[in-house]
C-alpha cells in the first residue's frame, strides 16, 4: 500500500505473497508471521489459506510465581573475592567464583505463550492470488486469496481499547464462510464450552524448582451473519455465514509480583462481553485511532524507488544490492510499531520477545536481560516521540527498587537496591546465570539512569519527585559497594564482569575481575544524573557532595595501545570480545568524558554480520560520531 504523506509516497505496509509458513522457511516461527499486540494481549498471524494459526500471548503468563533468588550466604564469599581481585589474586579469584558463586535456586523464570487458535477452512488447500499484509498505519493485519471465483479475506487485530483480539471473515459471495475453530496450550490445560463460548484454563508452568502459579484463561466466541455457528468442547463449527467475526480475550490471576490472588475467568469474562457488543466497524476504528495516537507522531521520508512495490520478502531479498531507502524507513517505523504494540501505561514492559514468544522456555527465557537488551527495546521511546511507552519499564524500576534491597544488603552488604544482569515478572534481584556472565551487579545502576533521560526529554518535575529515590537508592548501591584499588587509590566495582568478556592470565581464563571500564562509566553517570535531578529538585545537599567527591575518585577512560578503550584498570589478552566493548563506548561519551575513541573502534568492527545487540551500539556510535 502506497499512500500519501506531507506530498511524499511512503510505504507503511509489509506485504507477503505466500504463506508465513514458506516464505522464508530457513527462519524461526517467530520472525514469519505478522506481529499484532495492545501491550497486553499479543498475536502470530502466519496467514495459511486452509489452516490458519493464531498464536496467542498474554503479558503476565510467566512460570513459576513470586520468589527471589537472593543468595543468603553471597556476603562471605564477595568479601573474599574483593580481597582477592584486589590483591592481584585472580585466578584463585576465578575458581572461588566458579564453585560458590553460582545462582541461588533459580536464574529466573521464563515468559510463555498462553495457546495457539486454529482456523480450518476445508477445501481452501488450493488457494490462488494469495496476499498477507501488516498495515502498520492501522496496526491490522490481513490476508487474503481465492478459491475458484470466491474471494476470501480475513483481517486481524488486537485491540489497544478493548483489550481483545479480534479476527474477520469475508467473502466476495454471501454464505461463504464455513470453518472449524479449536484452542490448545503447550502448558497443562483444559477445553470447554461454556455459554457458546469456547473456554481454555490454563497454568504457567514449573520451572527450577518453582512451582507454577500463574492460572489464565482464554474465552472465544463467534458472531456471524447470517449460517449457524456451533459450540462444542472440541471447538466451534461455523457453516455458511456471510461473515464472522471472532472474539478472543485472556484473563490471568496475577496481580503483581508478590500477588497472584486474582480471578482469571472473571477478567476474560469483563475482556470479552463489552467487546462482543461492538460492531466490527466501530471496534476496528476505535482501535485504529488509539494507535495512531502514537504512530502518527512520526514521518520519515527516505525516498521511493520502484523496489518499494515488490513484496517484503523479495525487498528483504534484493536490499544489499539495491536501492530501496524506503524500507529503512519501514525498518525504523515497524520498530516503532513493535514497541506501541507490547509497550503500554499500566502493564508490563517489554520482554526479550515483546509478547510473541512462542514456546514454554524461549530464548534467554525471554525474560529482561538488563546488560543490554532491555535498554535497547526503549531506547526508540523518547526519540522517536513514544514517551508514554517508558511506563512501564519506570514501574518495573519501582518494583526492584524495592526487591533490590534484599540483594544489596544480603548480598552486597550495602544499602540502596541493585540486580544483576537478569529480571523476570517476579522481580527477582540475585545472580542470574554462572558467574562469568551473572555476576554483574550494575542493572539498576544502567536501568536507572533512563529516569533522568525521560526527564530531560519531558521536563516533567512531578515524574522527576516521585522517581528520584528510585534513582537515588540505585546510586546509594553505588556507594556502599565502590572499593579502592591499590595502585592507584580508584574506587571501582568489584567483584565484577565486562559482559560476555574473558581474558587469558597465565594460561588461564578469566573473566571475575575489578573495575571494568563499562562499570566505570556507568557509575560516572549514575552519579552526574543523579546530582543533577537532586539539585533540580533542592534536594539531599549531603549526599550531592558525597555524590561528588566519590565521582572525582573513579578510574578515567583511557585508550589501549591499539586506540581501544581499555577494558578495566590493567591490559588484558582478550580471549573473547562481545558487545560489552561498545557499551562501553556508549556510556564513556554519555557522560561526557570521552569523545574520540567511539568512530575509530567501530570502522574497524561495524562491518561483519552480528546480532542487533552489537550492531546498534556500533552504528549509534558511528552516526553520532
Not at 480475513?154 to 479449536?182: M, N, Y
Not at 561495524?606 to 542487533?612: K, N, R, T, V, Y
Request: some cysteine; glycine content about 8%; overall charge positive.
Amino acid at each position: 500500500m502506497l499512500d500519501e504523506h506531507r506530498g511524499h509516497l511512503r510505504r507503511k505496509e509489509t506485504c507477503f505473497n505466500a504463506p508465513a509458513a514458506v516464505v522464508r522457511p530457513a527462519r524461526g516461527q517467530l520472525e514469519r508471521g505478522a506481529a499484532l499486540g495492545n501491550g497486553r494481549l499479543g498475536a502470530m498471524v502466519f496467514g495459511a489459506p486452509e489452516r490458519e494459526r493464531l498464536q496467542l500471548n498474554e503479558e503476565t503468563i510467566w512460570a513459576g510465581g513470586p520468589n527471589n533468588n537472593v543468595k543468603p550466604d553471597a556476603l562471605p564469599v564477595v568479601q573474599q573475592l574483593r580481597t582477592q581481585l584486589l590483591t592481584g589474586q585472580l585466578v584463585e579469584a576465578q575458581a572461588l567464583a566458579q564453585t560458590r558463586m553460582q545462582p541461588a535456586g533459580n536464574s529466573g523464570m521464563p515468559y510463555q505463550m498462553a495457546a495457539n487458535v486454529y482456523l480450518r477452512f476445508p477445501g481452501h488447500e488450493q488457494a490462488t492470488n494469495y496476499q498477507r499484509d501488516l498495515d502498520i498505519s492501522s496496526a491490522v493485519a490481513s490476508v487474503s486469496y481465492q478459491v475458484g471465483n470466491v474471494r476470501y479475506r480475513r483481517e486481524v487485530f488486537s485491540s489497544l481499547p478493548d483489550q481483545v483480539i479480534i479476527v474477520r471473515l469475508t467473502a466476495s459471495q454471501p454464505g461463504k464462510i464455513s470453518c472449524q475453530l479449536g484452542a490448545e496450550s503447550l502448558m497443562e490445560h483444559t477445553v470447554h464450552a461454556e455459554n457458546n463460548q469456547l473456554v481454555l484454563d490454563g497454568r504457567g508452568s514449573e520451572h527450577e524448582g518453582q512451582p507454577g502459579q500463574v492460572r489464565f484463561q482464554l474465552r472465544g466466541q463467534v458472531v456471524t451473519d447470517g449460517g449457524t455457528v456451533q459450540t462444542t468442547d472440541a471447538g466451534i463449527r461455523i457453516d455458511n455465514a456471510t461473515s464472522a467475526t471472532l472474539y478472543f480475550s485472556i484473563g490471568t490471576n496475577f496481580v503483581n509480583y508478590h500477588d497472584v490472588s486474582g480471578n482469571a475467568a472473571a477478567k476474560a469474562t469483563a475482556y470479552l462481553t463489552p467487546a462482543v457488543g461492538k460492531k466490527y466497524e466501530t471496534a476496528r476504528a476505535a482501535h485504529t485511532a488509539a494507535y495512531q495516537r502514537y504512530f502518527n507522531r512520526v514521518s520519515l521520508n527516505l525516498g521511493v524507488t520502484p523496489a518499494a512495490e515488490l513484496p517484503t520478502n523479495k525487498r528483504l531479498e534484493n536490499f544489499a544490492n539495491g536501492q530501496d531507502p524506503a524500507l529503512a524507513a519501514l525498518y525504523f517505523q515497524y520498530g516503532r510499531y513493535l514497541l506501541i504494540s507490547c509497550s503500554q501505561p499500566g502493564g508490563q514492559p517489554a520482554n526479550l520477545q515483546g509478547i510473541w514468544n512462542d514456546q514454554l522456555k524461549g530464548p534467554w527465557d525471554s525474560k529482561y536481560t538488563v546488560n543490554i537488551n532491555t535498554e535497547m527495546n526503549y531506547w526508540p521511546a523518547e526519540v522517536t516521540n513514544l514517551t508514554e511507552l517508558h511506563e512501564p519499564l519506570f514501574a518495573m524500576l519501582k518494583d526492584l527498587s524495592v526487591t533490590g534491597q534484599q540483594s544489596a544488603r544480603q548480598m552486597y552488604g550495602a544499602r540502596g537496591w541493585m540486580l544483576h544482569h537478569n529480571t523476570d515478572i517476579w522481580r527477582i534481584t540475585g545472580q542470574v546465570d554462572p558467574p562469568q556472565y551473572g555476576l554483574w551487579p550494575m542493572g539498576g545502576a544502567w536501568l536507572a539512569q533512563h529516569l533522568w533521560d525521560h526527564y530531560l526529554f519531558t521536563g516533567d518535575e512531578k515524574f522527576l519527585r516521585q522517581y528520584y529515590p528510585v534513582l537515588k537508592g540505585a546510586a546509594t548501591y553505588l556507594v556502599d559497594a565502590l572499593q579502592p584499588e591499590p595502585t592507584h587509590q580508584w574506587l571501582v566495582v568489584v567483584p565484577s564482569v565486562s559482559p560476555e568478556n574473558t581474558y587469558a592470565l597465565n594460561g588461564k581464563r578469566i573473566a571475575i575481575v575489578a573495575g571494568t571500564t563499562m562499570d566505570n562509566q556507568l557509575v560516572f553517570d549514575l552519579f552526574s544524573k543523579t546530582i543533577r535531578a537532586a539539585e533540580r529538585l533542592g534536594l539531599d545537599r549531603p549526599f550531592v557532595d558525597t555524590l561528588r567527591t566519590l565521582r572525582e575518585q573513579l578510574p578515567p577512560c583511557r585508550l589501549g595501545s591499539t586506540g581501544r578503550c581499555r577494558n578495566g584498570c590493567r591490559t588484558w589478552t582478550t580471549l573473547r570480545t562481545s558487545t560489552a566493548i561498545f557499551r562501553t563506548c556508549t556510556d564513556c561519551t554519555r557522560a561526557g568524558r570521552f569523545r574520540r575513541t567511539a568512530r575509530p573502534l567501530c570502522s574497524r568492527r561495524l562491518a561483519p554480520p552480528s546480532p542487533s545487540a552489537a550492531t546498534c551500539p556500533r552504528a549509534g556510535r558511528w552516526a553520532g560520531k
